[in-house]
């Protein structure tokens, strides 16, 4: 069997293996994404995807949460990781926040796509459960591109660790595409459709990206990187490109995970039984108001001559007791609608995170009270952010620094750097997480406030006064470059120390030949 076959065979094996999951996000997709309504369903572009939706409600709450995971994980207001340094010296220490400094301003570049990619990764991610984010370097060769890869489009397989180490992409491209891409290509679709010049004709394309079973690491050529990645063209089964990457060039991310499943589920799925009570109860709301606009007439059988006028000021004769000619039917309760209405939608903003999102207080609130609302918003988003540090962010930054590093954006790194060394985060979310150690000596200070009253030496003695303030620092986000180097904090608390002690010594000298001036005073008025 060769290797193209082998591929679309493997391709086909995790698409059926993923049919089950299809049918549940396309109910998703239909009343929360409809954007991304093309699961097991081929739909033509600008085709009304919301025909069956009456409530936007799910559709916004899906979209604060991927805005609050973007800012919460990798706002572009922050520095939201460095390179972790402390088992470094001080040059190792420099190359690295350096390197950090340019991974930084690289992906956040305007050419990269990063911000984009990510809000439309974590639309996904939330909704779906599962989500893909394509990294590599950009056409020049000299910067980085990101983008986020649909879920329609993706299968994947996990290790035997529980990491998604394969990934099969079908997507389609059109004969012109394919001709500029793969100039070189012979396919036989290829060759008829640019005879009969269908140049906009799509065929599928299936990209395969797992780890290279056999392979010789001491070259450095393209088919020999731990990486495999093979574009085939499914129609002709003919390979286009074989390559490879030196890392995971498309991370794969989970919102939830079971043990048992290799996909992730998603807010969306807790919220979908509430979310169809909510859509189907707004239609039959809308229902009811039109009912109680326009409502529905009793009216006596035979006793009009000719049809009902319900215009404005229309006239109709009736025949028999005029009391009985027309009634209308009770109008319908619109205010329990509307009360289980907001308590629906109360439900699905909750399942979504979006009370414990957005931050409400008054101006009264002390700073105890901030404080906790914050740490309570960390317990609840924290376990997401885990897996999201875990599963996208830490492939990501390796791959981002795997590409600069080869394009020599770094420089020649000193011999302290080893292959050994990772990134920490420094989000809103890892921020608020450190500052909880530092909330609690806080309170605790505040507890034992009586006591140091009474002995008010007892905190100094008691503590590190150094590492309190630095720790305190880093964990609210202080750049610790704007603190003095140990070394240099040191030495110029042993200057001042010492300048003291001279003061006082020479304090003491003037005060010892005053007083033994004042002697000699006393003795010569004796005299």
């Known amino acids: ?7 679309i065979k493997r391709y086909d094996r995790l698409k059926a293996n993923r049919g089950v999951w299809d049918s549940h996000w396309r109910e998703i997709a239909e009343l929360i994404y409809p954007r991304r309504d093309d699961f097991d369903t081929k739909r033509a572009p ?29 706002s572009p207001a922050t520095k939201w990781f460095k390179a972790n340094t402390d088992n470094f010296d001080e040059d190792g220490k420099r190359w690295l926040d350096n390197a950090s400094e340019i991974m930084l301003n690289s992906i956040n570049a305007s050419s990269s796509n990063f911000y984009t990619s990510m809000y439309e990764y974590f639309l996904e991610f ?10 590599d370097e950009n056409e020049n060769k000299d910067g980085l591109i990101f983008q986020a890869r649909s879920l329609t489009e993706i299968v994947i397989a996990e290790s035997a660790a529980g990491v998604i180490d394969t990934v099969y992409r079908r997507f389609e491209w059109t004969v012109q595409q394919i001709m500029e891409h793969w100039p070189d290509n012979t396919s036989k679709s290829i060759a008829k459709a640019i005879e009969a010049e269908r140049f906009d004709q799509k065929l599928f394309i299936i990209h395969c990206i797992q780890p290279r079973k056999e392979r010789d690491a001491s070259k450095k050529t393209a088919d020999n990187m731990p990486i495999e990645s093979a574009y085939v063209l499914q129609v002709d089964r003919t390979l286009l490109e074989e390559g490879g990457f030196q890392e995971m060039p498309l991370t794969v991310g989970r919102f939830y995970k079971s043990p048992m499943e290799t996909y992730g589920r998603s807010p969306a799925m807790t919220a979908l039984p509430d979310v169809k009570v909510l859509n189907e109860m707004v239609r039959v709301m809308l229902q009811a108001g039109q009912k109680s606009v326009d409502p529905p007439l009793i009216v006596a059988n035979d006793g009009f001559l000719g049809s009902l006028r319900l215009k404005p000021g229309g006239v109709n004769t009736f025949f028999g007791n005029p009391n009985e000619a027309i009634a209308q039917l009770p109008p319908a309760r619109m205010d329990i609608g509307e009360a289980l209405i907001n308590s629906y939608e109360d439900k699905v903003r909750s399942t979504f995170f979006v009370d414990q999102l957005q931050f409400t207080g008054g101006p009264q609130m002390t700073a105890t009270e901030v404080l906790q609302r914050t740490e309570e918003k960390t317990r609840l988003i924290g376990p997401v952010t885990g897996r999201v540090n875990s599963e ?7 791959r981002v620094f795997g590409i600069l590093f080869r394009q020599g954006k770094f420089g020649p790194p000193p011999e302290s750097i080893g292959a050994s060394f990772d990134f920490e985060y420094t989000n809103q979310i890892a921020q608020a997480q450190k500052q909880q150690e530092a909330n609690g000596f806080l309170r605790a ?15 100094i003695e008691n503590i590190n006064g150094d590492k309190l303030l630095r720790d305190t620092m880093q964990e609210f986000g202080v750049n610790m470059d704007k603190l003095t180097q140990e070394e240099e904090r040191d030495a110029s608390r042993q200057q001042r120390q010492e300048l003291e002690a001279q003061q006082q010594q020479a304090a003491m000298v003037q005060q010892s030949a005053e007083a033994g001036q004042a002697v000699q005073q006393v003795a010569q008025a004796a005299q």
């Open 126 to 135: 939330s909704a779906f459960g599962t989500a893909g984010l394509f990294i």
């Open 445 to 459: 200070v505040q507890s034992m406030a009586p006591l140091l009253e009474l002995q008010p030496t007892l905190l």
């Open 46 to 74: 600008g085709e009304k995807r919301q025909q069956r939706l009456f409530s936007s409600t799910p559709i916004k709450a899906n979209e604060l949460l991927a805005s609050a995971l973007v800012s919460l994980s990798v």
């Open 392 to 398: 996208v962010l830490g492939p990501t930054l390796e």
């Open 1 to 7: 069997m060769s290797n193209v076959d082998r591929i």
